[in-house]
């Protein structure tokens, strides 16, 4: 069993940045390949990034590439979302998420992941 912790979002403003963390409980979380999901009202969840489980090879969907950035410090069991340049479309839940398999790493469908957390909010205003 994994469990997963989200916080650190928020209300900011278009332009303004967050750093959002994911808290993970377990023995081995070093092994365990993170993403980073997120949902508005009404829509699919939809892949924002993916780190491998070394922390060597992340992975972002076209909409957050060069604007967000994630990194995990497995010693803490901890893996982050620095978001910078937020923009209104940006507003969703997000989730963090975790999966084991380590032949095929690079996962962007939330049905691939089995592992999650509670969500955290972030609103970004125009």
């Known amino acids: 069993q994994v469990h997963l912790v989200e916080s650190g979002g928020g209300l900011v403003q278009a332009g303004d940045s967050l750093r959002l963390s994911c808290a993970s409980s377990?023995?081995?979380?070093?092994?365990?390949?993170m993403g980073w999901f997120r949902q508005a009202p009404g829509k699919d969840r939809e892949f924002v990034g993916i780190?491998?489980?070394?922390?060597?090879?992340?992975f972002y969907a076209d909409s957050v590439k060069g604007r967000f950035t994630i990194s995990r410090d497995n010693a803490e069991n901890m893996v982050y979302l620095a978001m910078n340049s937020l923009k209104p479309e940006d507003t969703a839940v997000y989730y963090c998420?975790?999966?084991?398999?380590?032949?095929?790493?690079?996962?962007?469908?939330?049905?691939?992941?089995?592992?999650w957390g509670q969500g955290t909010q972030v609103t970004v205003s125009s």
């Open positions: 998420a975790a999966h084991s398999t380590s032949y095929d790493w690079l996962k962007t469908r939330a049905d691939e992941y089995a592992y």
């Open positions: 780190i491998n489980w070394g922390g060597m090879h992340t």
């Open positions: 377990g023995r081995a979380f070093n092994t365990y390949t």
